[in-house]
T-cell receptor, first 108, second 116 residues
Framework: DAKTTQPNSMESNEEEPVHLPCNHS???????IHWYRQLPSQGPEYVIH???SNVNNRMASLAIAEDRKSSTLILHRATLRDAAVYYC?????????FGEGTQLTVNP | DTEVTQTPKHLVMGMTNKKSLKCEQH?????MYWYKQKAKKPPELMFV???????INESVPSRFSPECPNSSLLNLHLHALQPEDSALYLC???????????????FGPGTRLTVL
């Protein structure tokens, strides 16, 4: 399976945008890019996914590089409730292989 | 209803015990999953059921025995576990997709298992 690389941790201030990067230089043409997040003491939660084009939903936006070797999850206005581990995952259901993720801290 | 429920929330068992973890969803999903998550690590896929049949076993030891009695229920039977099996066990469900497409996986809150 293709591998993802994410920063171990990032910090943001409340109500500011957050850009969470993910590198995936070995992505295959059929790999979807998924983002899940895991809040403390909870199971992972779907955030967004895409294949080639940028995607928006109520939670976030996903910006995918033209060569698809990297992507960025954008939280438009971080809140304290967005503090979580964010996982960038390649592939498709059923097999989601989680990487180490980015621990996002949101400061009041 | 977009909820996956798991029982029990916490379980402590000895190495000679037999116990079961239960998972339930009523979203009409025909794919269900078990993941194992050690502390401060990402979830690792253990088993996948598709249309109530085991489709993926990620080389999990036989002391873990999954069962999917119907389209809403998923069990994980535990027997003769080791202390290193202590972890958070997560259940998830999704629609069945063809090829390597994509469908959102819905996760339960997990069962925190401690093996003494």
């Amino acid at each position: 399976d293709a591998k993802t690389t994410q920063p171990n941790s990032m910090e943001s201030n409340e109500e500011e945008p957050v850009h969470l990067p993910c590198n995936h230089s070995t992505i295959s043409g059929t790999d979807y890019i998924h983002w899940y997040r895991q809040l403390p003491s909870q199971g992972p939660e779907y955030v967004i996914h895409g294949l080639t084009s940028n995607v928006n939903n109520r939670m976030a936006s996903l910006a995918i590089a033209e060569d698809r070797k990297s992507s960025t999850l954008i939280l438009h206005r971080a809140t304290l409730r967005d503090a979580a581990v964010y996982y960038c995952i390649l592939g498709g259901v059923p097999r989601l292989t989680f990487g180490e993720g980015t621990q996002l801290t949101v400061n009041p | 209803d977009t909820e996956v429920t798991q029982t029990p929330k916490h379980l402590v068992m000895g190495m000679t015990n037999k116990k079961s973890l239960k998972c339930e969803q009523h979203m009409g999903h025909r794919a269900m999953y078990w993941y194992k998550q050690k502390a401060k690590k990402p979830p690792e896929l253990m088993f996948v059921y598709s249309y109530e049949k085991l489709s993926i076993n990620e080389s999990v030891p036989s002391r873990f025995s999954p069962e999917c009695p119907n389209s809403s229920l998923l069990n994980l039977h535990l027997h003769a576990l080791q202390p290193e099996d202590s972890a958070l066990y997560l259940c998830a469900s999704s629609q069945v997709v063809r090829d390597r497409g994509s469908s959102e996986q819905f996760f339960g809150p997990g069962t925190r298992l401690t093996v003494l």
